[in-house]
């Protein structure tokens, strides 16, 4: 992607300068909330949203040749609402600013400045985090280990997920992330790992644990198959470790503001976006998520009729990561927000998964048959002959669009994850429309 003509970082820079912050929860937290009246938006410092970058849409199956029309299935995903296309400047000092977002990233996870990217670079948790305090970069010194919800704003859903695939040759495949201003390399396989280990660390903790370890969980994005998950902090009585990009500026990224308004919605003062108060209250898969947000348009639900389905990056904007079923009895998410109660896999009280508008290509020949979801519950996998929580309330995965979920009774892949095909939906407007 280009950068957007006319666009200076000066700019946007203004657009999102930071008034106050007082109040605010810390930044891997990602919320703060007040009732109608309690707070002044131009005291609240612009959360933009990055587009997810996908343009192309899809049925069940695979790529549409044209976008579908209203009334017609499948109207209403993320290709056909644009929200802040990427906008990048290379810096050309081994940094590069987000002119949407105002953050400036390290270019490239060359720990070991060696000119290449692989295995070596990796860092543990620890690691990573003590070496945000020595680096400097482009003449800065104020480097950081980004929040999860800074990390998942490089994502790009032009991406393919290569799941599944057994080559070695990764010249055709296409990552979740612009490799026209960022460095990026698939998993090293000479040296034991797979092509998908691609796994960039956060700062942020889940606040449970997954696989009921016991042990430190770190959300990640992996940017070679499009996923945010819970990673363990050790695997095979070893240090896990990651990829790495730092970044500086903006410390108020991923901070929600969030207002209850009359009428059943809740507006993100931080994001522009609105919200449903309620979810669906009812699973769907994701053609009839799709069919009930026009459903609801038609009934001017809530006084409004542009309502639709969140793309993956809307979505993921409003997890609360300092709430988990474990920890607080609740969603992750602010309770202002109402949050169906489910029964999960393992018996347990536990809240849904949310589509998105969002497809997860694949590289198989059936690209488009999977969507992208955000648990806001447990998400859990079968592991070890039980259902336990395996990446953690907050992940972004994804399941199939159509299907039977009796079909995977021990679910997918090697982490054995849930699949339910039918999910909730919260909708989402532009807040001036």
Not at 136 to 164: A, C, N
Request: a negative charge; aromatic letters at 10%; charged letters at 20%.
């Amino acid at each position: 992607m280009k950068p957007m003509a006319g666009i200076s970082v000066g700019v946007v820079m203004i657009l999102i300068t930071l008034i106050s912050v007082a109040g605010c929860n810390d930044a891997s937290s990602g919320g703060s909330s007040a009732d109608e009246g309690d707070t002044d938006s131009s005291e609240v410092t612009r959360y933009a949203v990055v587009d997810t970058g996908q343009v192309s849409c899809f049925d069940d199956n695979d790529h549409l040749a044209t976008c579908p029309s209203e009334g017609e299935p499948y109207f209403g995903q993320d290709a056909q609402n644009t929200g802040n296309p990427a906008s990048y400047t290379d810096n050309g000092d081994g940094t590069v600013t987000d002119n949407v977002t105002g953050l400036m990233w390290q270019q490239r996870p060359d720990t070991d400045k060696d000119g290449d990217i692989d295995a070596a670079d990796k860092l543990s948790f620890d690691q990573a985090a003590a070496n945000a305090d020595t680096l400097t970069l482009g003449g800065y010194t104020d480097w950081r280990l980004p929040t999860i919800k800074e990390l998942y704003s490089l994502i790009d859903f032009s991406g393919v997920d290569p799941s599944g695939y057994e080559g070695n040759d990764t010249s055709g495949l296409i990552p979740f992330i612009d490799t026209a201003y960022f460095g990026f390399a698939y998993g090293d396989t000479s040296a034991g790992e797979r092509i998908i280990d691609a796994q960039y660390a956060s700062s942020t903790l889940y606040v449970a644990n997954t696989a009921n370890d016991g042990g430190r969980t770190l959300f990640g994005v992996n940017f070679a198959d499009g996923r945010i998950k819970g990673y363990g902090l050790t695997l095979l009585g070893s240090d896990k470790t990651f990829f790495v990009m730092y970044v500086r500026g903006n410390t108020a990224y991923g901070q929600n503001s969030f207002i209850v308004n009359d009428g059943g919605t809740i507006t993100d003062t931080a994001t522009g976006l609105m919200w449903s108060q309620e979810d669906s209250g009812m699973a769907l898969d994701w053609e009839e998520a799709l069919a009930w947000a026009v459903e609801k348009n038609t009934e001017g639900y809530l006084g409004y009729s542009d309502w639709r389905l969140p793309n993956a990056k809307e979505l993921e904007s409003i997890v609360d990561y300092a709430r988990s079923p474990e920890t607080t009895g609740t969603a992750a998410i602010d309770p202002m927000f109402n949050a169906t109660t489910i029964v999960n896999e393992a018996g347990q009280d536990d809240y849904p998964c949310y589509w998105s508008g969002t497809t997860h290509e694949k590289w198989t020949n059936v690209s488009g048959a999977n969507g992208v979801y955000v648990a806001f519950g447990r998400a859990m996998g079968y592991m070890g002959g039980t259902w336990v929580d395996v990446h953690g309330a907050g992940a972004q995965r994804s399941d199939p669009k159509t299907g039977d979920p009796d079909d995977f009774p021990t679910g997918f892949g090697p982490q054995g994850d849930a699949i339910r095909i039918y999910n909730y939906v919260r909708l989402v407007r532009h807040a001036d429309g």
